[in-house]
T-cell receptor, first 114, second 111 residues
Framework: EAQVTQNPRYLITVTGKKLTVTCSQN?????MSWYRQDPGLGLRQIYY???????DKGDVPEGYKVSRKEKRNFPLILESPSPNQTSLYFC?????????????FGSGTQLSVL | QKEVEQNSGPLSVPEGAIASLNCTYS??????FFWYRQYSGKSPELIMF????GDKEDGRFTAQLNKASQYVSLLIRDSQPSDSATYLC???????????FGAGTQVVVTP
């Protein structure tokens, strides 16, 4: 089954403790991206990657890192999480990132930073 | 000012009626526009995309784009209770890869 898999589904952590949210897709997609969703603000793009080894900032990259060492994986790294990074995170992918392509979303990761 | 603006709602629509959702965007160079539906606790799913001025119809959904007014809308005809969800407007600004979402409009279809 074609899918984008995020792990974990829920995560509670404390301020300053490094964490990684994994994202993997099995569709051989070139394009992957990360979003956070907060009430009243909608989805905001954190980072995106047009292909392996190429990443670029979205609208809210501060406090986040990503890496794209292989096509299928695009982990989101929070080196020193803070409470304002408490949010619902979505990973998504599409074939090439072209404007007319459907974006496939993962199921989301609910992160709470205490 | 947010780049993509939507009324948050909730928009209450009787079953069988037409739901009309609006979205405005600030980047005049934007070329591609999308409507996503998101059920509570779920991930967004694409309903429609539109690139050209005018209307685009897909089943009960019609997207309308007016680039001069920087306005895109979604009409849902014959609304059903299963249409109750949050509808997200999304825009690709002038660079590929970036995607900007509005905050979403909650639609509630009442039987």
């Amino acid at each position: 089954e074609a899918q984008v898999t995020q792990n974990p589904r829920y995560l509670i952590t404390v301020t300053g403790k490094k964490l990684t949210v994994t994202c993997s897709q099995n569709m051989n997609h070139e394009y992957m991206s990360w979003y956070r969703q907060d009430p009243g603000l909608g989805l905001r793009q954190i980072y995106y990657s047009m292909n392996v080894e190429v990443t670029d900032k979205g609208d809210v990259p501060e406090g986040y890192k990503v890496s794209r060492k292989e096509k299928r994986n695009f982990p989101l790294i929070l080196e020193s999480p803070s409470p304002n990074q408490t949010s619902l995170y979505f990973c998504a992918s599409s074939s090439t990132g072209a404007p007319n392509e459907k974006l496939f979303f993962g199921s989301g990761t609910q992160l709470s930073v205490l | 000012q947010k780049e993509v603006e939507q009324n948050s709602g909730p928009l209450s629509v009787p079953e069988g009626a037409i739901a009309s959702l609006n979205c405005t965007y600030s980047d005049r160079g934007s070329q591609s526009f999308f409507w996503y539906r998101q059920y509570s606790g779920k991930s967004p799913e694409l309903i429609m995309f539109i690139y050209s001025n005018g209307d685009k119809e897909d089943g009960r959904f019609t997207a309308q784009l007016n680039k001069a007014s920087q306005y895109v809308s979604l009409l849902i005809r014959d609304s059903q209770p299963s249409d109750s969800a949050t509808y997200l407007c999304a825009v690709i600004p002038d660079s590929w890869g970036k995607l900007q979402f509005g905050a979403g409009t909650q639609v509630v279809v009442t039987p």
